[in-house]
């Protein structure tokens, strides 16, 4: 199983950039995903997940910013990110959950919920 992030690089403040994260070895349509984000000298962060249902969460700081989708027919997980800032500076993971049972709510952004990672996308947001 793996998945493939790609779509990150260096953009100026204010610009969009849509990461995307291609699932291979294992269909993910019926499964949680998530995107996670890692600031240099930080812990890995929650960003944004969806469930197989189509519901979907958010880090309060990302909400109305950036949107998470999926499109089950290529097995993609996709993150829009809108008017970004220095501080959206990182390097941007997606992950699955390896079992079909939906995960409660609250845990939609706990790093244990999920059981594969990408290699991580490095976004670079300049001033």
């Known amino acids: 199983v793996q998945l493939q992030a790609s779509g990150g690089g260096l953009v100026q403040a204010g610009d969009s950039l849509k990461l995307s994260c291609a699932a291979s070895?294992?269909?993910?349509?019926?499964?949680?995903m998530g995107w996670f984000r890692q600031a240099p000298g930080k812990e890995r962060e929650f960003v944004a997940a969806?469930?197989?249902?189509?519901?979907?969460y958010y880090a309060d700081s990302v909400k109305g910013q950036f949107t998470i989708s999926r499109d089950t027919t290529k097995n993609t997980l996709y993150l829009q990110m809108r008017s970004l800032k220095p501080g959206d500076t990182a390097v941007y993971y997606c992950?699955?959950?390896?079992?079909?049972?939906?995960?409660?709510?609250?845990?939609?952004?706990?790093?244990?919920?999920?059981?594969?990672w990408g290699q991580g996308t490095l976004v670079t947001v300049s001033s």
């Open positions: 969806s469930r197989a249902n189509g519901a979907t």
């Open positions: 070895g294992r269909t993910f349509g019926g499964r949680a």
């Open positions: 992950a699955a959950r390896s079992s079909l049972t939906s995960p409660i709510a609250s845990t939609m952004g706990q790093l244990g919920t999920y059981d594969y």
